[in-house]
């Protein structure tokens, strides 16, 4: 249960390390989020023994990424994949923050 908390606070301590620590880098140090929050949701599932779709869902967010990425080049030929997979990369952070935040109000209401 202890990991349920302790892994997305450790994830958002190292985002800030990162942060400070390259300043005026080329990526979002937000890039590291769901390595931390994903296992964090899988765990809280897992505790409370209901039904996880994680995997399919993180399955289909990066066919995803594929299929929009690869529109996305051979459409607009300015643009870069790697900005694109990184923006992408960025809207999964969010997703995962939000995702755990979401799990937490619902696993203990």
């Given at each position: 249960?202890?990991?349920?908390?302790?892994?997305?606070?450790?994830?958002?301590?190292?985002?800030?390390?990162?942060?400070?620590?390259?300043?005026?880098?080329?990526?979002?140090?937000?890039?590291?989020?769901?390595?931390?929050?994903?296992?964090?949701?899988?765990?809280?599932t897992r505790s409370r023994?209901?039904?996880?779709?994680l995997p399919y869902g993180?399955?289909?967010?990066?066919?995803?990424?594929?299929?929009?990425?690869?529109?996305?080049?051979?459409?607009?030929?300015?643009?870069?994949?790697?900005?694109?997979?990184?923006?992408?990369?960025?809207?999964?952070?969010?997703?995962?923050?939000?995702?755990?935040l979401g799990l937490l109000?619902?696993?203990?209401?």
């Amino acid at each position: 249960m202890l990991n349920i908390i302790l892994l997305p606070l450790i994830g958002l301590f190292l985002t800030w390390v990162l942060a400070k620590a390259f300043p005026k880098a080329q990526f979002n140090a937000t890039i590291i989020l769901p390595f931390f929050f994903l296992p964090a949701c899988q765990q809280l599932t897992r505790s409370r023994q209901l039904p996880s779709f994680l995997p399919y869902g993180f399955f289909c967010f990066f066919v995803l990424v594929i299929a929009v990425s690869l529109s996305l080049a051979i459409h607009n030929k300015n643009i870069s994949l790697g900005k694109t997979l990184l923006q992408l990369f960025d809207y999964l952070s969010l997703c995962s923050v939000l995702w755990f935040l979401g799990l937490l109000v619902v696993v203990f209401i």
